[in-house]
């Protein structure tokens, strides 16, 4: 990996993180439920570095939610581990999907980036559904799929309904886009 895209990948862990802090604070929903915007530069990651840098993002970005949802919440230690797995499939698969329909190379790419923000969702879903009906309960005595189903899923939706929109905006944006390529010393792949 070259110096700029560990740099990039560094960026979006410790964006993620701070989004993460501000969002907890304002956005409290119920006791342990807040929105979480942390999740927003693992999209980018995924989007401009594809799966891996995705990934790695989103492994960096669950840390401090993994923190505040685990040990400091209702997950117990158990959200130490699953939150940035959690994040990091999410940015795994936003960077697999835009890779393999070539999104990067699209000049209408954001109009695609509603669905694919959408898609990319899917596993880590699925994954925290897998949390909150088996392992928490399990290994913590906490959780259950109506936790899940009532407090948790509505409002990822709600998180990445309004992530998306901004994933539009970004990928729209020429100067967003100029400058992260050049940033990342990558050609533009975006095609005028």
Known sequence: MRAKTVGFTLMMGAL?????????????????????????????????????????????????????FGPMGMCGWLGLIVLPIG???????VGAISESVGLRQNKRSSLFAIPVSLMAYVPEGVFTYAV?????????GSGGALIFLYYILPKALAEIVIISFFMVTLLG???FNEFLWAFMGLENRKTA
């Open 16 to 68: 993620g993180n701070a989004l993460f802090v501000i969002t907890y604070y304002v956005g409290q929903i119920a006791p342990g439920v807040a929105l979480d915007f942390s999740l927003l530069p693992a999209y980018i990651a995924g989007f401009y570095g594809g799966p891996l840098i995705g990934f790695i993002s989103g492994l960096l970005v669950g840390v401090l939610p993994g923190i505040m």
């Open 87 to 93: 994040k990091s499939l999410t940015g795994l698969t």
């Open 173 to 175: 944006n020429k100067g």
């Open 132 to 140: 909150f009906e088996w392992l928490l309960p399990f290994f913590i």
